[in-house]
């Protein structure tokens, strides 16, 4: 089963304008980590953003927001006044700590398009 | 600071071949992971050595191998290359093991792109 799901295959978004992307995870581990990345067309992964499952508040940085609804398995990344740069594909990922996972994993990302 | 360094950026070998991709990682940083991205897919997880051990192995055959030098470089080899082989591999580097914390970020380098003909 997949683990990590983004539905949004792609994305558009007016430049200046907001836009939310989607992110769902399953696990039964009560101890996890959350992570977006960017990653643009040069190919390295850009840390965004990081959500514990422990954190009472939802995390920011900058203008990326993580809204994090545990009951609902979702950790979607809200990024506010979009600009040119910001179109890249994003991957949300998930760390399990409990066990012997060590990996990040990843969805299938969302390739997002601002528009001038 | 030099961020994470992979070579090479791309490389062309064809079907049965042997390759060697060499990760340099952030100064300080004693973790190295190795992942593999298939065009349109997110990245998977293959290795992740600590202290030049292996900590953690992916679904990967064992055509698939790593090793972690006493200087953290590391590099991973794939052996009887297949088209299927044909990837972006990301090598990501960490201060910690990243079992320790599951707030330890993954700092990743550009990619070494193989193509297999």
């Known amino acids: 089963a997949q683990k990590i799901t983004q539905t949004q295959p792609g994305m558009f978004v007016q430049e200046k304008e907001a836009v939310t992307l989607d992110c769902t995870y399953d696990t039964s581990d009560p101890s996890y980590g959350l992570f977006w990345y960017k990653q643009p067309s040069s190919g390295e992964m850009i840390f965004l953003i990081y959500q514990g499952s422990y954190d009472q508040q939802n995390a920011t940085e900058g203008r990326y927001s993580l809204n994090f609804q545990k009951a609902r398995k979702s950790a979607n990344l809200v990024i506010s006044a979009s600009q040119l740069g910001d179109s890249a594909m994003y991957f949300c990922a998930m760390r399990e700590v409990s066990g012997s996972a060590r990996q990040l994993t990843f969805g299938s990302g969302t390739q997002l398009t601002v528009l001038p | 600071d030099a961020g994470v360094t992979q070579s090479p950026t791309h490389l062309i070998k064809t079907r049965g071949q042997q390759v060697t991709l060499r990760c340099s990682p952030i100064s300080g940083h004693k973790s190295v992971s190795w992942y593999q991205q298939v065009l349109g897919q997110g990245p998977q997880f293959i290795f992740q050595y600590y202290e030049k051990e292996e900590r953690g192995r992916g679904n990967f055959p064992d055509r698939f191998s790593a090793r972690q030098f006493p200087n953290y470089s590391s590099e991973l080899n794939v052996n009887a290359l297949l088209l299927g082989d044909s990837a972006l591999y990301l090598c990501?580097?960490?201060?910690?093991?990243?079992?320790?914390?599951?707030?330890?970020?993954?700092?990743f380098g550009a990619g070494s792109r193989l193509t297999v003909l």
């Open positions: 990501a580097s960490s201060m910690v093991d990243v079992s320790v914390s599951g707030a330890n970020v993954l700092t």
